[in-house]
């Protein structure tokens, strides 16, 4: 039970210390004239006091209006002068912050959170605490799997010892195995452009460090690495079909990349400029394979390194180091280790039914490390020079064997009067290891906390019960929100083809309902890094409009403004709307996302731009408190079900 009376005690008693004060002043010179001003402040006082008491809500019969809404904002944003609970809200989020408090914990102190690891479990269980200490209740760890191996790293640098000290900026791959004891071996550089140019090379790498790679010509930034949405993105986003899909990144210079905003169909890093995802905008798009973010954006795969692995591993090489696919100026970017025998699917199974790197039945791969651009480069010239270079490596990890689950985190503000229907806000918790997953997820989560802890601490009591879920698995491709989804709301099977009268050659899908499904409104996703909110995609929901124009209304200041039919993939709302169910995505600001921190090692707490995390916090609180006040549950889309 709340205590929704605590405000007003706080008014009266603030009345009462004014009174004490301002009393004995008067007192001080009792004459007749004195003693009619002190009625007349009296007076006031009894006034204010009455309406403080007929502007408290009623804790019981929760408070609406004729459109069934009770967010609106009266324009007055201080807590002592507005009973609005948006304008509450806003001051809540805007002025007493503890979001970035929240993320330093998380990204600082727990650190990088790559699924299926201690730090993961860590951040599961901080998480829990600190919404239970916030009063959230059912606060739990929710186990889905079994993923697979957890991984660890205990040790790592690298540097070139002769013919000359390089100290290197590098990172081993995730679940990249460790080296038995500390290496100092040649380094060769695997200048082969076909299986044909390996011939050269059988024999000699056994115990070499192989440069997999060509170099990768690095040009200077002439445009910012930072950026916010221009109005033109905006409008163009505003005026989507819903057939379209867009994904980030957007351009340095605010331009839609190669022309256009959308990129691509279901993904965010794949990083291609086609145009699939505007043709497509269907489920299947939506669903796509996320799994391949973890390959580098808006470049060719490392085609060579995956090609030549399962050769470097018969031939006995004892580490593969290729170049950042990405970024420069020290910054790098980083996923998993490559596992080989499905060569051309981006070196991670994940489009195939093939062991991942993480599998407990994985094959034996050597280890596998990044070096920066710059690094790597020089490295190659050297050799190509005709230096003969040796490389010192100590690599030490370490696999988890003992849990094989992962888990969401979950927790909920209970409802009152429509208690069995649930809001939800999410955003993943699990991270890439090389950085400390601040815009990548980070932010989300920490945002999504906050959004809880600005209606407890205010005591806000919802009519829906709001659950939040801390999401892990997403950057292996979305597992825990699919998980989550399958078991709570639903699932499709693929039932036997439509029959052949039928023009609609397609397989026929089943959706199998779960008890939950027709008790959720909606699900609010915050995953696009630390940009602050400009709008929300609404996935081709367009009864939706009305809502969300009126719960973005009180934010127009702040820039939220932008409404687009179009969809946005490659997070965990996927799994919602893929059924059927209102589950949305924000539209953020991409700042540095895309250019700097996307996956790579500066993906770290400085890089998080606190006002617009305070900003995003705020308004997904807003969207969570109104969706929970709403008569009905939000509008879903029409079915294509028959
Ligand atoms: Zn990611």
């Known amino acids: 039970m709340t205590q929704p009376l605590s405000s007003l005690r706080w008014a009266l008693l603030t009345v009462g210390i004014f009174t004490f004060l301002t009393l004995p002043n008067t007192f001080a010179q009792p004459a007749p004239n004195k003693l009619a001003e002190m009625e007349k402040q009296l007076e006031e006082l009894q006034k204010a006091v009455e309406n403080l008491r007929q502007n408290q809500p009623s804790t019981n019969a929760p408070e609406r209006d004729s459109s069934g809404l009770s967010n609106r904002v009266t324009g007055r944003f201080s807590s002592n002068r507005t009973n609005d609970p948006i304008a509450r809200i806003r001051e809540e989020g805007l002025e007493h912050s503890k979001v970035m408090e929240t993320l330093s914990y998380l990204t600082d102190v727990i650190g990088p959170r790559l ?97 997999s790679s060509p170099p990768r010509e690095l040009k200077a930034h002439f445009e910012p690495l930072a950026n916010r949405m221009m109005e033109t993105n905006l409008l163009r986003l505003a005026n989507a079909s819903e057939a379209q899909t867009f994904t980030l990144p957007f351009s340095s210079a605010g331009a839609p990349e190669g022309g256009r905003i959308g990129i691509g169909a279901g993904r965010r890093g794949g990083g291609s400029n086609s ?45 593969v180091v290729s170049p950042s696919s990405q970024g420069d100026g020290g910054t790098l970017f980083i996923s998993s280790a490559s596992v080989p025998g499905f060569e051309g699917r981006g070196g991670t199974n994940s489009a195939t039914n093939g062991p991942r790197v993480w599998s407990t039945n994985a094959p034996a791969i050597p280890p596998q490390i990044t070096l920066a651009a710059e690094d790597y480069n020089r490295l190659v010239r050297m050799i190509q020079q005709g230096e003969k270079l040796k490389m010192a490596v100590d690599l030490t990890v370490q696999f988890h064997d003992d849990d094989l689950m992962a888990y969401n985190t979950i927790a909920e503000i209970p409802g009152s009067d429509l208690r069995e229907e649930i809001v939800m806000l999410g955003a993943h918790m699990d ?80 959706l199998t309902r779960q008890p939950e499904y027709g008790r959720l409104s909606g699900y609010f996703n915050l995953d696009n890094g630390t940009g602050k909110i400009r709008g929300v995609y609404m996935q081709g929901n367009e009864a939706v409009r009305p809502l969300f124009r009126r719960w973005l209304r009180p934010f127009a200041d702040l820039e939220a403004e932008t409404l687009s039919l179009s969809n946005t993939g490659g997070t965990d709302h996927t799994p919602f709307d893929a059924i059927g169910l209102p589950g949305f995505q924000f539209i953020q600001d991409p700042i540095e996302y895309s250019s700097r921190t996307h996956h790579s090692n500066a993906d770290v707490f400085d890089r998080i731009q606190a006002d617009d995390l305070k900003q995003a916090a705020t308004i997904l609180a807003a969207f969570a408190y109104n969706a929970a006040m709403l008569d009905e549950k939000l509008p879903r889309k029409p079915s294509d079900e028959k």
């Open 115 to 211: 699924t299926g690891s201690p730090n993961l479990k860590r951040a599961n269980e901080w998480t829990r605490g600190k919404l239970e200490d916030w009063g959230l209740t059912n606060a739990q760890l929710e186990a889905w799997g079994p993923f697979g191996r957890g991984w660890s790293l205990k040790r790592f640098s690298a540097q070139i010892v002769e013919p000359q000290a390089i100290p290197l900026i590098g990172f081993p791959k995730a679940w990249s195995p460790g080296l038995d004891q500390p290496l100092v071996a040649d380094v060769v550089y695997l200048d082969a452009k076909g299986d044909a140019d390996l011939g050269k090379y059988k024999g000699k790498l056994h115990g070499a460090i192989v440069l």
């Open 431 to 510: 991270s890439w290891h090389s950085g400390t997953g601040a815009t990548d997820n980070g932010a989300g989560v920490a945002a999504t906390m906050e959004a809880a802890r600005i209606l407890t601490a205010l005591k806000l009591q919802p009519r829906r019960t709001i659950r939040l879920a801390l999401w892990t698995g997403e950057e292996e491709g979305l597992m825990g929100s699919r998980a989550y989804v399958s078991n709570h709301f639903g699932f499709y099977t693929n039932v036997a083809k439509a029959d052949s009268a039928s023009t609609n050659s397609r397989p026929r899908r089943a």
């Open 275 to 319: 145009v699939d995802g505007a043709r497509a905008g269907t489920n299947v798009t939506r669903s796509g394979s996320p799994e391949n973010r973890g390959g580098p954006r808006g470049r060719p795969l490392l085609q060579g390194q995956q090609r030549f692995l399962s050769f470097l591993a018969r031939e006995g090489a004892a580490l």
